[in-house]
């Protein structure tokens, strides 16, 4: 059985009148909330292999322990942010959500960039040349 301390499940807090444990969804869901709100996150992973996706539970990994929290985030970005601007805004956001809303600590946030969308082709300002021999150099 037990040798009579009995030790707190990992992801458990103590308190006063009880303990808190929070789910890994949850930790989750605020984190995917607060990525949502970063200008220049494109998505959570991104196709793996050749017609595979990432899961979210793959893409955004959360380690739980006593009173704290680790995060592992997997990112496609755009194409126009700078990285090191947008991981540290990132993971301001993330620290706030998780620490406001649970009381756990946030120990760590990795975060690996998998994808960079490529810029969108703006539109053509010009109709496209003529291949010559055509009826409109003719006319001229």
Known sequence: MSDGAE???????RQELGTLEVAEQVFRGLAMQALSEV????GVGRAGGLFRRRSAEQALAVERGEGEVAFSIH????YDV?????????RRRVRAAVEDATGYKV???????????PPEEPPPLAPPELPKGTASEERT
């Open 82 to 90: 700078r990285i090191p601007d947008l991981v540290e805004k990132l």
């Open 107 to 117: 120990r760590a946030i990795s975060v690996t960039v998998e994808h960079i969308l």
């Open 75 to 78: 990112l496609s970005v755009r």
């Open 7 to 13: 030790q707190p499940a990992p992801a458990v807090v």
């Open 39 to 42: 200008g220049g996150v494109a």
